[in-house]
């Protein structure tokens, strides 16, 4: 099933790429205004704008959908082998505290004393 989704998802792709390069610009329409013969087009008077962004929503929403079929399916095929994750050590927390150590801020004098 993967292997068809795969595929699928490739011809797709190739497919809604070529639909994008085929198209023309939004200024490439000026020269049907001038007697360029826009209603005699294969497509019809509407002219290929339609049929071309309806089939580029088309195949952008298949390509979305296999996507993320194919997100689903490898996420649901992976698998975390104990072998590969190391062990967690346990560290030892002292709780020794120096007292020798002045209090952080105050500023010992020679002679004096650090209260406690």
């Known amino acids: 099933m993967e292997n068809f989704i795969l595929i699928?998802?490739?011809l797709v792709a190739v497919?809604?790429?070529?639909l994008i390069l085929v198209q023309q610009g939004k200024g490439a329409e000026a020269g049907a205004s001038f007697g360029a013969g826009g209603?005699?087009?294969v497509f019809g008077s509407g002219g290929s704008w339609n049929f071309f962004s309806r089939m580029t929503a088309i195949l952008s929403t298949i390509f979305f959908?296999?996507?993320v079929s194919l997100a689903v399916i490898a996420k649901n095929k992976t698998v975390v082998d104990a072998d590969l994750m190391p062990e967690m050590e346990v560290i030892p927390f002292e709780t020794t505290i120096d007292t020798?150590?002045?209090a952080v801020?105050?500023?010992s004098e020679p002679g004096s004393e650090i209260p406690q």
């Open 65 to 67: 959908v296999t996507s």
């Open 105 to 107: 801020g105050r500023r």
């Open 100 to 102: 020798d150590v002045p």
């Open 8 to 10: 699928f998802h490739f």
């Open 39 to 41: 209603s005699q087009t």
């Open 15 to 18: 497919f809604l790429i070529g």
